[in-house]
């Protein structure tokens, strides 16, 4: 009895001494709504963009496309190379046309995001699962790591602004609404390619009040491979 005793003590101990592996990270899952102000049926799907982007593994991003501002508003977060982003997805998911609102989810299946239960319906079918390239982003790069991709992936810095931003707008289809958007991206720079193996990318300090998001993606338009956030 002592010798089991003693016997079970040891295995205790053994097993409490063992080192503990921490468990990967969930992926990081990819929602990137393309959004005007000037759009009257945006408003719902800026809304449930900003529930879903509580949630730890989700980066959730907000793009201001250029094309509704001849109609009445002019969008004060729009670029020229978010809506030229929207074209590649256009491209990349067989479109013929770009419209707003539209989520994107990891680059793979797009929808018109207007619910959380229609933005967790693509999250369902559009998932990325582990394992892809590891990226490692710290204050002043970011490193990539991992086999070889099919052709070569775009490496894209983003900055965004976490808070949910007030915009009143007075002109155009929402004419006297203050619409609330959040994760609102306000620079999104190309650092280069990646083609596999281990590579480091410069990552200037960002803004005040903005946060950092990396995306390794399959060309231009193509799926997200990897992604990692502030």
Known sequence: MTRSIAGGLAAALLTLA?????????????????TSQGCSSCPPADRAVAAISARPEILALSFGVTYWDNLGWK?????????????????GLGHGNVGTPQVVVNGRLDTVGQSVADIDQALRR????????????????????????????????????????????????NTGKTLPIKNVVRELTRLGDWSGGPKSYAVPAAPAGLKTAVLVQAGPGGPILAAAKS
């Open 18 to 34: 063992a080192p503990a592996f921490a468990q990967p990270a969930a992926p990081v899952q990819v929602v990137e709504l393309f």
């Open 126 to 173: 559009a998932t990325r699962a582990a394992g892809g390239p590891a990226v490692t982003l710290e204050p002043a790069r970011v490193a990539i790591a991992g086999a070889p991709p099919a052709r070569a992936a775009q490496v894209w810095l983003v900055r965004y602004d976490p808070n949910v931003v007030q915009v009143p707008v007075k002109r155009g289809e």
């Open 75 to 91: 969008d004060t977060f729009a670029q020229k190379k978010f809506t030229d982003r929207q074209w590649d997805y256009a491209h």
